[in-house]
């Protein structure tokens, strides 16, 4: 009876966040097949994002607001996606590039034999 209205409003949420937070929109972007080949280095923008969050942790340990334990929460979850994201693009494009020349050779393939015949 409770679980409907909390998947609802879980979905709505994600969509909100796709929709309108700038790391997932760069994440949406990268994941087309132009946007592949920059997963290596949108890596780099994770290392950004865990040298912010470490960087949050030690104004935190020198007396700073324990406020900033949210910026390290935020930092720490966009370098996970980005340097995760970093992996797997690898695959992902050498994957379509396997598929981009299959399909070339099929074509030039095809029309050898539209010519012989």
């Known amino acids: 009876m409770l679980i ?3 998947w609802t409003l879980s979905v709505r949420d994600r969509a909100l966040l796709r929709r309108w937070m700038p790391t997932n929109i760069l ?4 994941r087309t097949r132009r ?11 994770g290392l950004v994002y865990l040298l912010i969050a470490a960087g949050s942790i030690t ?6 607001s324990q406020g900033l334990y949210i910026v390290f929460a935020l ?15 690898l695959p992902l494009l050498a994957r379509a590039r396997v ?3 299959r399909a070339k ?5 095809s029309s050898a034999d539209a010519v012989a015949a």
């Not at 946007?35 to 923008?45: E, I, R």
């Not at 104004?59 to 700073?64: F, K, N, P, S, Y």
């Not at 050779?105 to 393939?109: A, E, F, I, K």
């Open 99 to 101: 598929r981009e020349h």
């Open 75 to 89: 930092c720490l979850w966009n370098a996970l996606k980005f340097l995760l994201f970093g992996l797997i693009s």
């Open 27 to 30: 994440l949406d972007s990268l």
């Open 59 to 64: 104004l935190i340990d020198g007396g700073w």
């Open 4 to 6: 409907r209205p909390l």
């Open 105 to 109: 050779r099929d074509l030039q393939r």
């Open 35 to 45: 946007g592949l080949k920059w997963g290596v280095p949108a890596m780099g923008l």
